[in-house]
């Protein structure tokens, strides 16, 4: 027969564990609470709330809190690697937008230097744009301060003054006093070692291009090389 004494122990217990038991649910209670400010996470969804409700303890409490908190973590590095990757593609055509541009202005202020160096120099219209197209390939860039340079530091006008020797049929050609017309015409072109209809230096690909851009260079060419048009 159980004593007063072991009634009174077992109903102390009782109240202890049930007191405890109360006491971790106002903590789980408070700790759902402020898990709130954490959007986009339901408490309800985490692994180990299911085993708090069964024996919760300050330890499974903390841990709770801990795995919350880490999801939450989780979706936040998510959106901002989301975001990072988002405004490095945005960069990367900036980027390359504003490296088109560079070149656009570049390519203009090199033909317009061109342009209007061959202006002054007489050359004649219908070959200006051969020549800007020679001075791409040789290599003309635009300096930080705006001028339009070969590789090997001449100006438009100097490059121009070297090409009368190997382009002259992009100038028109003179006429000294006594001189046989067709004769002297002529030759200036046939010395000419741009000229693709010559034997010595026959290239298809540069004849389309000149019969493309300037047909009247192209025509005087092939005469000054003998091809009959």
Same mark, same amino acid.
């Given at each position: ?157 100097? +490059? ?10 992009? +100038? ?58």
């Amino acid at each position: 027969m159980p004593t007063q004494e072991d009634i009174d122990k077992v109903l102390n217990a009782k109240r202890m564990e049930s007191e405890a038991h109360g006491k971790t649910k106002l903590l789980l209670a408070a700790a759902q609470e402020k898990l709130k400010v954490f959007e986009g996470i339901d408490p309800a969804s985490i692994g180990r709330l299911q085993k708090i409700e069964g024996d919760a303890t300050s330890e499974k409490i903390a841990a709770f809190v801990d795995d919350a908190v880490a999801a939450r973590l989780g979706l936040a590095t998510a959106e901002l690697q989301r975001k990072l990757g988002t405004q490095t593609e945005q960069l990367q055509k900036l980027t390359a937008a504003r490296a088109e541009l560079a070149r656009q202005i570049t390519t203009s202020k090199i033909e317009q230097t061109i342009r209007e160096s061959a202006r002054l120099a007489n050359v004649l219209p219908e070959a200006v744009d051969d020549l800007i197209a020679l001075a791409k390939v040789d290599g003309a860039t635009v300096t930080d301060d705006g001028r339009v340079v070969l590789p090997d530091g001449r100006d438009a006008t100097g +490059w121009l003054e070297d090409r009368k020797a190997t382009s002259p049929w992009a +100038w028109p050609v003179s006429r000294g006093s006594g001189a046989h017309g067709d004769s002297h015409d002529r030759g200036g072109l046939m010395d000419s070692p741009d000229n693709p209809w010559k034997a010595e230096t026959f290239s298809l690909t540069r004849q389309g291009q000149i019969l493309t851009r300037t047909p009247a260079v192209a025509a005087r060419l092939m005469s000054a090389a003998g091809v009959k048009q």
